[in-house]
Nanobody, 127 residues
């Protein structure tokens, strides 16, 4: 099992930037991919970005492509999400996830996945 702690959330104006961090500990050697998901009030959790730990390959949701960048520092067991040109519709609680199975790696959220999850960090973008 992997323990995940997110940080870096906050409130910004439309067009602003934030950088989220996720610190992983525990059985990180089994992790195949890390991802950021988000959930707005009364909406389903959705995938934002994924990074594969072995080769650094990234995948983005269409709504954030070109604005968000996911990266990793394997030596520190950390994953980051740089968010630029933020919009009010990006307002949500952002969660870090770690997957140890290929089937759970991706942008699709499933409540039945074996992902490990952090507690989340709130991002609010004011118009």
């Amino acid at each position: 099992q992997v323990q995940l702690v997110e940080s870096g959330g906050g409130s910004v104006q439309d067009g602003g930037s934030l950088r989220l961090s996720c610190t992983a500990s525990g059985s990180t050697h089994n992790t195949i991919c890390m991802a950021w998901f988000r959930q707005a009030p009364e909406k389903e959790r959705e995938g934002v970005a994924v990074i594969y730990t072995d080769n650094g390959r990234t995948v983005y949701a269409g709504s954030v492509k070109g604005r968000f960048t996911i990266s990793q520092d394997k030596a520190k067991n950390m994953v980051y999400l740089q968010m630029n040109s933020l919009k009010p519709e990006d307002t949500a609680k952002y969660f870090c996830a770690a997957s140890a199975t290929w089937g759970d790696c991706g942008l699709r959220y499933s409540p039945y996945s074996n992902n490990d999850w952090g507690q989340g960090t709130q991002v609010t973008v004011a118009s």
